[in-house]
């Protein structure tokens, strides 16, 4: 199958299949695999075009009639020689080479096999690279290098990457592809060749669940990771209660990833941001709040009453709240209200286009108050909005700054970017992801030599490994964290990074977590 599918058409993954960002809401409900090098994947023929389309460079076909299936090939020697550094001042550390003070021995092993493939369009077949020998199931010491791959460890990652969603959410699809196309270009985690599928449930509930149930029941994945899905979300927290599947980092934009005991986010939560939020705002001397929300999210809602028992502690005032829709064309009534309010600084509980409307709006009563939401919210293109950038916008962070390099964790995460996903622009959604897994990653390297036989790392052994993580950083990606053995959630983490958006674009004063 894998010769007559070069014969019909071989793509070039690394650069097509990572430019999703660039395709972002064409390429709805299918799935992607990034996983295993060398293995082979059936597409249809309407997903290869969309590869073809999406900017990034593809070998010429065959044979344009018989384009059916395809074999992606990326190998390590179709990427740079050397890693690409983000920034002339930021040298870029090696890739996925996590720091040795905060990682164990097994992260610094490297395979002599190395590569990733991807692909876009529904998935029938993915199997280990041609000719692997079947790897004795016997322990290895925790530091050996990979003499042979053992079993793909098999990951979903679920999300709104159509619709209003899509461009704000389309980075983060890419990260994580670009995470498995980075570990297994080392040999896998812990020697197990990473497989990605991910699929988008077009911001519906009842899909992403019947999707949770589909990656777990028919694709066999032992984790979801990446999840991104502010809207779909209760869909999936629902799901994999039912299913007992666990859901290592995300977005982290709902309350539920800190009160379900199968969601495991990277980082603060949504109520740290929120206070971290309030504590920045207020210490900028600004303390006649406002809140826009949209009727389209549950999280919305619910963050309009989790905010006014917030402000209630602080010595500020929310003086003005309004519901919004997401398709809403202007917003001069809630501007002009807010204004005769008093309002200094607006919480904007909304996607990023929202938001540049509502700058909009208000601009043209001469009203400019500062803006106040989480990074995540705002796609690349939405940062670059003047009318935004006039108003200045804050936002408290679960992750670590995204523009920033001061922590090996951020390094890597630029190398990364700049060698499997050169055309993306770095901002919260891609780094959170990046994080999600990073955080996947020490999870099974928790686990020690177990994880490195030939035998599968099953569900069961990733919530033992998520019983290991204690203070863990990530290299300088998040606040420490720590899970343990059953717990009914994850704990809250009172600890956010700052950012800021001005005329200046993004700027944070450093990468060091504010804790209160």
């Known amino acids: 199958m894998r010769r007559c599918a070069r014969r019909r058409f071989a793509i070039v993954a690394l650069a097509a299949g990572l430019s999703l960002s660039a395709c972002g809401t064409r390429v709805s409900q299918q799935d992607v695999v990034a996983g295993a090098g060398g293995s082979t994947v059936s597409l249809d023929p309407a997903s290869i075009a969309a590869l073809k389309s999406a900017g990034g460079p593809a070998a010429a076909p065959a044979n344009e009639n018989t384009a059916e299936t395809a074999t992606a090939t990326t190998t390590a020697a179709q990427a740079p020689s050397k890693p690409a550094t983000a920034s002339a001042a930021a040298p870029a550390a090696p890739l996925a080479q996590p720091s040795a003070a905060n990682r164990p021995a097994t992260t610094r092993a490297k395979s002599p096999a ?72 080392r040999g896998g985690v812990a020697c197990h060749p990473v497989v990605l599928y991910t699929a988008d449930d077009g911001a519906d509930p009842a899909k992403a669940a ?153 601009a043209a009563i001469d009203y400019h108050p500062q803006f106040v939401t989480s990074g995540l919210v705002l796609s690349p293109q939405n940062a670059a909005d003047p009318d935004i950038q006039r108003n200045t916008l804050s936002s408290a962070s679960s992750v670590a700054p995204w523009m920033l390099d001061d922590t090996p964790g951020q390094r890597e995460f630029h190398a990364a970017m700049a060698r499997y996903a050169p055309a993306l622009t770095p901002d919260a959604d891609s780094i959170t992801a990046w994080a999600a897994g990073r955080l996947l990653e020490a999870v099974v390297h928790g686990l020690g030599a177990k994880a490195r036989t030939a035998a599968p790392v099953t569900t069961a052994d990733l919530f033992a490994g998520l019983a290991t993580i204690h203070d863990e950083t990530l290299d300088g990606l998040t606040p420490p964290m720590t899970f343990t053995a059953g717990q009914k959630s994850a704990p809250q983490i009172g600890c956010v990074y700052f950012e800021l958006l001005s005329d200046k674009g993004w700027t944070a004063l450093n990468s060091k977590p504010q804790c209160r």
């Open 114 to 185: 190395a590569g990733a493939q991807a692909g876009i369009g529904p998935v029938t077949a993915v199997k280990p690279p041609a000719g692997t020998p079947a790897a004795p199931a016997t322990a290895v010491r925790a530091d050996a290098p990979c003499a042979t791959p053992g079993a793909p460890l098999k990951l979903g990652q679920i999300g709104s990457f159509s619709g209003v969603a899509g461009p704000i959410t389309a980075n983060a699809r890419t990260a994580v592809a670009a995470w498995a196309q980075a570990v297994n270009a």
């Open 210 to 362: 019947s999707l949770v149930q589909d990656l777990v029941e028919n694709k066999g994945v032992q984790a979801l990771v990446g999840v991104f899905d502010a809207i779909g979300f209760p869909g999936i927290a629902s799901a994999v209660e039912k299913i007992k599947v666990p859901v290592i980092g995300g977005d982290g934009i709902d309350f539920s990833w800190n009160e379900n005991p199968y969601l495991f986010p990277a980082g603060a939560g949504l109520l740290g941001d929120i206070r971290g939020s309030l504590a920045q705002t207020i210490g900028s001397g600004k303390t006649n709040l406002g809140l826009l929300y949209c009727v389209e999210a549950s999280v919305c809602t619910n963050v309009s009453k989790y905010l006014q028992d917030e402000v209630k502690k602080t010595t500020a005032h929310l003086t003005y709240t309004s519901a919004m829709s997401l398709t809403q064309p202007d917003f001069t009534a809630q501007c002009q209200n807010a204004k005769n309010a008093g309002v200094q600084a607006m919480g904007m509980a909304m996607d990023g286009a929202s938001i540049g409307r509502v700058a909009r709006s208000c």
